[in-house]
């Protein structure tokens, strides 16, 4: 039996995955993009959303940043009601959002849709500890080789 691939916005599609984590529903997404690399790899790993209830510095979640456009950043500083949010991948560049722009966090990476990592453990938020505390410099170098040979 041949499936189908369907394509369908993001602006749709990730509209309709924030409603259904509105509704206390889990949701697994397919990621596209380098903005998450080196821990998440668009095209090869997908995410569980869940809407959790409050969120924390080192969380990956979706956010609506304005209507129809949504991203998947790790939160970078939360001042009051005020997020700040900033891609693994990217050196410098940040976006902004409100708390309730949040539909939902990550609980787990699935690599090639098989192995379960869980992005809320200890552990995982150490490795992302010790990426940003990295040297600006360091993090270049290892993006720039991660993006020509892709093996992380």
Not at 18 to 41: A, C, D, H, Y
Not at 56 to 72: C, K, R, S
Not at 76 to 93: F, H, M, P, T
Not at 113 to 133: L, N, S
């Amino acid at each position: 039996m041949k499936t189908t691939r369907i394509i369908v916005p993001n602006a749709i599609m990730l509209g309709q995955v924030s409603e259904f984590l509105s509704e206390g529903r889990s949701v697994v997404i397919n990621t596209k993009g380098q903005s998450m690399s080196p821990f998440i790899r668009g095209e090869r790993d997908s995410v569980e959303l869940v809407k959790l209830p409050s969120v924390e510095v080192g969380d990956i979640v979706l956010a609506q940043l304005a209507p129809g456009h949504y991203v998947l950043h790790r939160v970078n500083a939360i001042s009051g009601n005020r997020v700040r949010l900033k891609g693994d991948g990217n050196l410098d560049a940040t976006e902004a959002c409100n708390l309730q722009d949040i539909c939902g966090t990550a609980v787990a990476i699935l690599r090639r849709g098989k192995r379960r990592i869980d992005c809320t453990t200890r552990c995982r938020k150490r490795c992302y500890r010790r990426w940003v505390a990295a040297p600006r410099i360091v993090r270049r170098i290892v993006l720039g080789f991660y993006r020509r040979i892709k093996i992380l």
